[in-house]
């Protein structure tokens, strides 16, 4: 491999801030809440792309009901670990929604524009219910009112990676989740 391909493996420092053992758990938890939260139900797991995915391929296997599966993707414009003001969606007109409970499923939620933006989407088809499921929230980072029915864990305003989300989309397969450490 010539050395421009090597320079891009190079791992930007982290430190340990969820290890895998403790996610799985947690995820576990969530699920047999989501299972009681919704019984009776068949819920559409919303998963907002790409941050979701690894939260989303476990979480639904501890969620003991008919469930469906549907994706909506949102893409900021942010570089490296510096928000900006730009997001971009994919329509979810062609979801259909409407008369459904609709559980967005969220692998980070930072200011909660993104996820506030897809439940006015989401709001707008007429759902029978919406609810939000994130594995990470960072409350302190909220700029708009939020209520988020499920979460994993509640951390500051550190920039993490791993289990599904990336530093400029690298770091998603990481099994674990880091704190990245600005040196
Ligand atoms: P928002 O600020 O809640 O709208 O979050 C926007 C998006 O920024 C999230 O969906 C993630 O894609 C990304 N993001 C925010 N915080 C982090 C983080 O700590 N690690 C990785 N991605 C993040
Ligand atoms: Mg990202």
Redesign the pocket.
Known sequence: MDSAGEKNLELKPFELLLDQKTIARRIAELGRDITAAYKNRNPVLLG?LK?CVVFLADLMRYIKLPLEVEFVS?A?Y?RGTT?DDE?LFSSTSHIPLKDRHVLIV??????????SAILNLVTKMEPASVEIVTL?D?PG?HRTKLDIAFKGFSIGN????GFG???TQKYRNLPFIGKVIDV
């Open positions: 907002v941050g949102a900021s942010r928000p997001i969220e692998g980070v939620v930072d200011s909660g524009r993104t996820v990470v960072k980072s550190e920039f993490v990676i989300l990336d530093n």
